[in-house]
């Protein structure tokens, strides 16, 4: 079965400073991962997916997450946090179940 | 613009009562999810379809019923035998396999 952790239900770091928010996974088959930013009081938004091929993957607003299959880890990172990262972050795994197995959820703070 | 409705976007329940909150998308996808979220504990899959006029039970279906006698729409009905239903109700739809879903803006219900 898929799972989904995801380190650290909190996460803060200064403007400007290096955001990196951990994510580990279980899956019997090669997964599809992907990362979804929420806002508060709105629905999920889709920051990156890796599915096949690079390894490294590139999103909106300045995102990326490296596929690290030895370490089973899609870990996503931003070298420089503005003020407006601030929300919850959730990384996702499919198994081809047809469904999509979230982690719990990170919140980000970004201290000016 | 292509994309996914859910209405209301706030919604009050009395006790003993069902409320049958609405999910529409434009996107032609053919899966369809409800997810429920409560503070610190992620998304939670209730019901999913991933064709129209049939449908599976996620995590957490009891207490909630759920249609799809069209492709477009999924409502959800949260009934009087959810005896917690305060929550904040995201609808979700995918088109092919390992794509990301494409997520509501949400419905928040609580209870008078």
């Known amino acids: 079965a898929q799972s989904v952790t995801q380190l650290g239900s909190h996460v803060s770091v200064s403007e400007g400073a290096l955001v990196l928010l951990r994510c580990n996974y279980s899956s019997s088959v090669p997964p599809y991962l992907f990362w979804y930013v929420q806002y508060p009081n709105q629905g999920l938004q889709l920051l990156l997916k890796y599915t096949t091929g690079a390894t490294l993957v590139k999103g909106i607003n300045g995102f990326e997450a490296e596929f690290k299959k030895s370490e089973t880890s899609f870990h996503l990172t931003k070298p420089s946090a503005h003020m407006s990262d601030a929300a919850e972050y959730f990384c996702a795994v499919d198994g081809n179940t047809g469904k999509l197995i979230f982690g719990q959820g990170t919140t980000l703070q970004v201290k000016p | 613009d292509g994309g996914i409705t859910q209405s209301p976007k706030y919604l009050f329940r009395k006790e003993g009562q069902n409320v049958t909150l609405s999910c529409e998308q434009n996107?032609?996808?053919?899966?369809m999810y409800w997810y429920r979220q409560d503070p610190g504990q992620g998304l939670r899959l209730i019901y999913y379809s991933q064709i129209v006029n049939d449908f599976q039970k996620g995590d957490i279906a009891e207490g909630y019923s759920v249609s799809r006698e069209k492709k477009e729409s999924f409502p959800l009905t949260v009934t009087s035998a959810q005896k917690n239903p305060t929550a904040f109700y995201l609808c979700a739809s995918r088109g092919d396999n390992n794509q990301p879903q494409h997520f509501g803006d949400g419905t928040r219900l609580s209870i008078l």
């Open positions: 996107l032609n996808h053919d899966a």
